[in-house]
């Protein structure tokens, strides 16, 4: 059986999320959303993450998390996991709660952490739900601003040191930053491979650590849903199209095919999911 691939290596960054099956709500009351964020203080502490910035929404949520162990998946099983059993005890329901295994980009720290933080907390702005971050109160932004105690999990040191002073001189200069980041484009429109945000230098370094040169590409692949099943369910064809172009990597001419369309159609159809990917 071929291993599945992995980024994984001491000191590693990522943006990941994790999104509602079917896309349902993962969160049905403050009840889940705490029990969530209890869970996820456990992992953080469990697997020595730091986490520096996170945002929960209704139906998915997004994480910045480094790992000075490689554990990022074992640690995700557990997030995710537990807050299923959780989640389906509390409401007597069975099934999942999650759109199949979370998305994870391998992120250059120096380079775009600060630029992902930035984009993670802005989520609640760009869905409409809120005006200011700051009226979001689950994310990370009120208390790397001050506003709120930072939870012991939560790693806000290395943020505000970017702004060249501690204390409330840089927590100001970053609620500048943050404000700054309304309507900026997405960090994915600097993906490349479809799973990493850095310089080539930085993909040419950490590409070895995912190619497992000695398993055929089909064997690699074999791990991953058809096309036939992801377009099973008639909803939300954008939201599939992102799917299986940047979850699962099937190549847009794969796409096209198995639709029936222009591949221009389905860039096309792409590009606005990730317009609307808050």
């Known amino acids: 059986m071929a291993r599945p691939l992995r980024l994984s290596f001491p000191g590693a960054v990522y943006h990941v999320t994790s999104r509602g ?6 969160v049905a009351d403050d009840r889940d959303r705490s029990q969530w964020l209890s869970l996820l203080a456990h992992v953080v502490d469990r697997y020595g993450w730091l986490c520096h910035a996170y945002c929960l929404m209704d139906n998915h949520y997004h994480l910045v998390i480094e790992t000075p162990k490689p554990n990022l998946s074992i640690g995700m099983r557990q997030l995710n996991g537990r807050y299923t059993q959780a989640y389906n005890r509390r409401h007597e329901q069975v099934g999942h709660v999650f759109q199949g295994r979370f998305t994870a980009i391998l992120v250059e720290k120096d380079a775009h952490l600060l630029e992902l933080c930035r984009y993670v907390v802005l989520n609640p702005v760009r869905a409409k739900i809120v005006s200011h971050p700051r009226l979001w109160v689950w994310s990370s932004y009120r208390a790397t601003v001050g506003e709120t105690k930072a939870p012991g999990w939560l790693t806000t040191d290395w943020i505000l040191s970017q702004f060249g002073q501690r204390g409330g001189a840089a927590q100001a200069r970053y609620r500048t930053f943050v404000a700054e980041g309304r309507g900026g484009p997405a960090p994915w429109e600097q993906l490349t491979g479809q799973i990493y945000l850095g310089s080539e230098k930085f993909v040419a370094q950490h590409q070895p650590n995912r190619v497992i040169r000695d398993i055929p590409r089909r064997q690699t692949q074999a ?4 096309l ?8 939300a064809l954008e939201k599939t199209i992102h799917q299986a172009y940047r979850q699962y990597g099937y190549r847009l001419a794969d796409i096209a095919d198995h639709l029936g369309v222009h591949a221009a159609t389905v860039s096309r159809r792409l590009k606005r999911a990730e317009q609307e990917n808050v």
């Open 223 to 226: 791990q991953r849903p058809s």
């Open 21 to 26: 099956n079917a896309r349902h709500d993962i």
């Open 228 to 235: 036939e099943t992801l377009f099973e369910w008639k909803g």
